[in-house]
């Protein structure tokens, strides 16, 4: 546990600019608070104190506005940044150095038995308001952008977008951990696909048409007034 703790304290001085000292996050981080409080909870939750594991979890939802349950599984190195209305629940399982803004649910349909909230890998980012509702899991690397509500596996190495999120390719290079506002939309990326190849199709045309006027009449193209006349009745 305290290992763990360690590891939590050094990933966020490595990843929040803002972040002067290990006092300053170890004393006044909300969310470092929070995930103190919640390895201590979880392992009374694993040694069948679950009742006082429930107690401390809740204490530090009312003194943090973060809200993680005792049996959640989590990994070292934890980053939640800011984190004022995060819910981790109860079957969730997070990865190691991942990252997750304020607002952010990790929660079920309400649907499910067992196993019934996210897993996330190792070094995601989940961005401020996103929600990750269902039993799937969100490979490594992934990145959810902030307020996608997220409802189906997300592969290694892609970006979930909008409501009901949209999957995007990274092309398995890992984005930089933090920027949750350079995401590409992958309809606007479509659209612009399409554009470009309709563009390419009118071009085609054109030339077969020019083509076909130049067999049909060579080099001088009939005048359109003896054109209409030999159409009219």
Not at 132 to 142: E, H, I, S, T
């Amino acid at each position: 546990m305290f290992k763990n703790l360690m590891d939590d304290l050094d990933s966020i001085i490595e990843r929040d600019p803002a972040a002067r000292s290990r006092a300053e996050v170890f004393f006044l981080y909300s969310g470092f608070k929070a995930l103190r409080s919640y390895r201590k909870a979880h392992w009374l939750y694993r040694h069948n104190l679950k009742f006082l594991a429930r107690f401390i979890s809740q204490r530090s939802r009312k003194k943090t506005g973060i809200e993680i349950h005792p049996a959640a599984k989590i990994g070292k190195g934890l980053f939640i940044d800011h984190g004022m209305g995060v819910v981790i629940g109860e079957t969730t399982e997070i990865g190691d150095y991942c990252t997750i803004y304020q607002n952010v649910t990790l929660g079920g349909t309400g649907k499910e038995t067992g196993k019934r909230h996210p897993t996330l890998g190792n070094n995601v980012l989940v961005g401020a308001g996103a929600k990750v509702l269902g039993p799937f899991k969100v490979g490594n690397n992934a990145r959810i952008a902030a307020g996608a509500v997220v409802l189906d596996t997300v592969p290694d190495n892609a970006t979930a977008v909008g409501v009901p999120a949209r999957i995007v390719r990274v092309n398995g290079v890992r984005p930089l951990n933090l920027d949750q506002i350079h995401i590409a939309d992958p309809v606007a990326q479509e659209l612009c696909r399409l554009e470009y190849h309709v563009t390419l199709l009118e071009r085609e045309m054109n030339l077969i048409k020019k083509r076909e006027n130049e067999e049909k009449y060579g080099n001088q193209m009939p005048d359109a007034k003896e054109e209409n006349k030999k159409t009219m009745p």
